[in-house]
């Protein structure tokens, strides 16, 4: 039984704010956890997927003013976007009645639409929950674990498969179930399914490149713009993530292009079609696939607030993750390296110069920790990650 430390942090949330949106992306968890959360205390639990939830909400005010003592949990809230309104009307009336806290947790299976629908509704009467897939801190106390994590990537039942075939054929019906029904009902416009699947695989080869908006449209024979539209849906559906670049305070001429990974590993090799740990080896996407591993997990314990980049200079000097952490007066710089015995190149060495992080950092596939020179340490992914969630 893995413990999701989202399950304390929503409870923290709910004490602090009259309604808290729990985003994820889809088959993350936040249902089960919703539901964990639901038996506690008796609480309402509405799936606006069902029919007969969403009649009982067909005059959300006489409904939900009933339950104003208990906490009442709505998934798929973004199937009725009207229903923000009302909310709002309900948490001023319960703050004006002695009840400011503990009113709502809504789930949603994307960021874009909660967020702008909440955000116009329930300005300051929400606070945000994300639930990532699994990371190392919750399910890879060995480097067993680890390794299948980084293969199968963190969502529940592809991590969970009892073997890696059933891990694969479960990643391979969610990207399906994705294009076939996921990105079209969020995409204000006509989204055909083999272009959307080609840009996905073309983005998992090219795991961990400056996006190119043209080439990738050259290659699909559609637009520049529509390549960017596409790309930000699968950033706002919380698939893609596009790693902006550092600006430093120098005249070197820096990339100005995002860095674009998909972000869980697992989807990666499902849509590459790579099984197990022996295909992923030898396979030429292995060095970004774990570059992107190691970002994503690092990301999901850092601190609220953190703001995450690259930095990369035209002549060459380059740091794969710069996290400027919330209170502190100078970067850390990460170089990620899939290897037993790290050695940073003569870039990143530059590049720490340009930067002047306040650590350096070289997280690399092994456990020792050591430090490299006097500036840079060399540490593994799950030490990295405990750094982080004790800042």
Do not use: C
Not at 205 to 227: C, D, F, T
Not at 316 to 325: K, M, Q, R, W
Not at 350 to 375: C, I, N, Q, S, W
């Amino acid at each position: 039984m893995i413990t999701r430390r989202a399950a304390k942090d929503i409870r923290v949330a709910l004490g602090r704010q009259a309604a808290v949106a729990l985003i994820g992306p889809r088959q993350v968890g936040k249902t089960t956890l919703a539901r964990q959360i639901a038996d506690v205390d008796n609480n309402v639990y509405l799936d606006l997927e069902k029919s007969t939830d969403r009649d009982r909400l067909a005059e959300p005010w006489l409904f939900l003013e009933r339950y104003a003592d208990r906490l009442v949990i709505i998934d798929e809230v973004h199937r009725a976007p009207e229903l923000f309104r009302e909310l709002r009307g309900l948490i001023d009336e319960g703050r004006r009645a002695g009840r400011r806290t503990g009113r709502f947790l809504i789930l949603g299976s994307a960021s874009m639409d909660l967020l702008r629908q909440s955000s116009e509704s329930l300005a300051g009467r929400i606070e945000y929950v994300a639930l990532h897939p699994f990371d190392v801190l919750e399910a890879a106390p060995d480097d067993e674990a680890l390794r299948r994590l980084w293969v199968r990537g963190g969502f529940p039942e592809s991590f969970l498969a009892g073997n890696d075939a059933g891990s694969l054929a479960y990643r391979l019906n969610f990207i399906a179930t994705y294009l076939e029904r996921d990105m079209p009902q969020f995409s204000p416009h006509p989204v055909p399914a083999t272009t959307l699947e080609r840009l996905w695989r073309m983005l998992a080869h090219g795991q961990g490149s400056l996006l190119n908006a043209s080439a990738l449209a050259a290659s699909l024979s559609i637009s520049a713009p529509m390549v960017t539209r596409y790309v930000d849906l699968m950033t706002d559906l919380l698939l893609v993530r596009r790693l902006p670049p550092f600006i430093a305070n120098t005249r070197k001429r820096l990339v100005k292009s995002p860095k674009v990974y998909v972000r869980d590993s697992g989807l990666v090799h499902g849509l590459l079609g790579i099984q197990d740990e022996l295909t992923l080896t030898g396979h030429p996407v292995m060095g970004a696939s774990w570059e992107g591993f190691v970002i994503e997990n690092l990301l999901a314990v850092a601190p609220w607030r953190t703001l995450p980049s690259f930095y990369r200079t035209a002549a060459g000097a380059e740091i794969d993750l710069v996290l400027e952490l919330p209170g502190r007066a100078a970067p850390w710089a990460i170089e990620i390296k899939h290897s037993l015995a790290p050695r940073p190149t003569r870039g990143f060495h530059h590049a720490l110069e340009d930067v002047r992080p306040e650590k350096a950092f070289v997280v690399y596939a092994g456990t020792e920790r050591y430090p490299l020179t006097r500036e840079v340490e060399v540490v593994g992914v799950r030490q990295m990650a405990e750094v982080l969630r004790g800042v």
